[in-house]
């Protein structure tokens, strides 16, 4: 069973980069036809797609985060991690790491999520 699980620092100073890691236990993420994503929710707000990682390697962005968000991988541990820069209080959020399966055409599987906030 594919379970996935977020790692990073829990608070960030403003204008700092925000890095999370996501470590998938029980698969890879080179398996064809999944693909990798990070997606967040602020304090009261919805869910917010930030960006993905196919399994070979392509990246995708949401526009309006695209020119502070990066998201790479290591797949030699099963790890894909999210790097945000310049960080403001806006980003403040719940932070999930969620695989979505191309044959179902969901987010089929989610981390528990990671509290990050940002505050001096």
């Not at 998938?24 to 602020?42: A, K, L, M």
């Not at 820069?85 to 403040?92: F, G, I």
């Not at 959020?93 to 599987?109: D, H, L, Q, W």
């Amino acid at each position: 069973q594919v379970q996935l699980q977020e790692s990073g620092p829990g608070l960030v100073k403003p204008s700092q980069a925000l890095s999370l890691t996501c470590t998938v236990f029980g698969g890879s993420i080179t398996t064809s036809g999944y693909g990798w994503n990070w997606i967040r929710q602020p304090p009261g707000k919805g869910l917010e797609w930030m960006g993905a990682i196919g399994y070979n390697g392509r990246t995708y962005y949401s526009p309006s985060l695209k020119s502070h968000i990066s998201i790479s991988r290591d797949t030699s541990k099963s790890q894909f991690f999210l790097q945000l820069t310049s960080v403001t209080p806006e980003d403040t959020a719940v932070y999930y790491c969620v695989r979505f399966t191309g044959t179902k055409r969901n987010f089929e599987i989610w981390g528990q999520g990671t509290l990050v906030t940002v505050s001096s």
